[in-house]
C-alpha cells in the first residue's frame, strides 16, 4: 500500500503565498504521477494541478495557471505546491493524490488510487 502525507497547509491574508508538500510512502516500487486537488466547504472536489512523469509534465487548472507552481522528485515521489496571490476563494482543503499510470487528470472521469488526508488552507479576505 502507498501512503501520501500532506503538509504546509495554514492560514494566510489575501494575496499572500503558501508552498504545500506531498511525500509518498510504502509500496513505492515505480514513479508516481502525482497531483493537488482541492475541496471548499458545499463544492465539489476539484482537480488543481498534477504532474505526469511519463509524459506531459505539469499542467494546472485555469484558475490556478499563472499563481500556483507544481514541482517535485519523481525518484523521492515527492512533489510540491507553490501558490502565490493567494485569493480568498482558494480557501479549501488540499489533497495530494497520485497513480502509478499515466492519469489524463483534467478529466473529471479520472480517481487516482491513492489520496492523502488532506491539509486546509485558507485565505482571509
Known amino acids: 500500500q502507498v501512503q501520501l502525507v500532506e503538509s504546509g497547509g495554514g492560514l494566510v491574508q489575501a494575496g499572500g503565498s503558501l508552498r504545500l508538500s506531498c511525500a509518498a510512502s510504502g509500496r513505492t516500487r515505480r514513479s508516481l504521477n502525482m497531483g493537488w486537488y482541492r475541496q471548499a466547504p458545499g463544492k465539489e472536489r476539484e482537480w488543481v494541478a498534477a504532474i505526469n512523469w511519463n509524459g506531459g509534465g505539469p499542467d494546472y487548472a485555469d484558475f490556478v495557471k499563472g499563481r500556483f507552481t507544481i514541482s517535485g522528485d519523481n525518484a523521492k515521489n515527492t512533489i510540491d505546491l507553490q501558490m502565490n496571490s493567494l485569493k480568498p476563494e482558494d480557501t479549501a482543503i488540499y489533497y495530494c493524490?497520485?497513480?502509478?499510470?499515466?492519469?489524463?487528470?483534467?478529466?473529471?472521469?479520472?480517481?487516482?488510487?491513492?489520496w492523502g488526508q488532506g491539509t486546509q488552507v485558507t485565505v482571509s479576505s
Open positions: 493524490a497520485a497513480d502509478p499510470a499515466w492519469l489524463n487528470w483534467r478529466s473529471q472521469r479520472v480517481s487516482p488510487d491513492y
